[in-house]
């Protein structure tokens, strides 16, 4: 089968194989699934780039949607034919954590290093306990969230990664009430789902903060009550916040993964305040800010993956999507082949579109 794979620490060290094929399971409770639309996240880029450390040859991807190909003896949550969005937890569904209802906080939920695939006979590592950019994977029935067939595949792979992050940030971890106010800096594809959940629960200013200007209509159509275009000299992000929320705002989101940008989002918190922490820089990144910027009652959230519960939030997503209420399709900027990534993360990297979706079998 076809497959990407990354065998450096740059774009141009990953390369698309013909010659790729599964070797692992399914177990008892693992499941084979054809991976039919697989976003392009930028934690597929950060990995690429050796930001994670991961180990290589590796197939990347780690937001998909698929149909079940083939289910273990003991798998009894999802059955072959049925449409499900991947989650990347690795968590064991047992544990204390996992009973309370946190996956995310299961001992095993980073997951552990496997190599479900070989080029040749040579082993290969998947990325995020998934590695979607191929045609079928193996995974953990854990994994495997049903949902309902209406839900159009092509969408339903940025529930996995981007909207529950984005989402579920604003849902499971800030807990946003109506009257609040928001800031969101980057209007990418996790930002623009932190601005239509904001919507959702109810918030009264939604700041959007980019330094593409020509996200303003789209970051708007999302539920962006004002836009700031960052950059310029003596560009003071905080006090363009404050400019439309005097004193600041309830919850500022930190979307794009740069440590500076969260001392930033401090301080154009008001006091009580939430500083949600969704972006991902390098795992080694070290954060520092004034004392006096967290002081005031503010806390400051660690979030990974929007807290989900991806059985709970998974459905009730697509659900929001299927009643007109969460938009998902706008988020898709474009559809390519597995050789569409290196256009994909250019993309990115300029911050000029939400999302380019692979689709594995085309
Ligand atoms: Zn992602
Ligand atoms: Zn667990």
Redesign the pocket.
Known sequence: MRALICEGTTVDSVRLSDDVELVEGPGPRQVRVEIKAA?V????LSCVHGKYFMPTPLVPG??AAGVVAEVGSAVTYCEVGDHVVLS?FGNCGHCGDCEAGDPGNCPSSMGGLRQPYAEGGRPLYNF?NIGAFTQQTVVHENQCVPIPKAVPLTVAALI???VV?GTGAVFNRARVRPGDTVAVIGAGG?GLNVIQAARLAGASAIVAIDRVEAKEALAREFGATDFVTAGGEGFDMAKAVQSVCPGGVHHAFEVVGVPELLAGAMAMTRPGGNIAAVGVPDLSATVTYPFMALHQNKSLLGIR?GGARPRRDFPMLADLYLRGRLELDRLVSRTAGLNGLAAAFAALETGAEARTVLLPWD
Request: charged share 15%; with cysteine; hydrophobic share 20%.
């Open positions: 976003g996240c930028g934690s597929d780690h937001e990347t995020a996995g990664c981007g992050t996790v993956a």
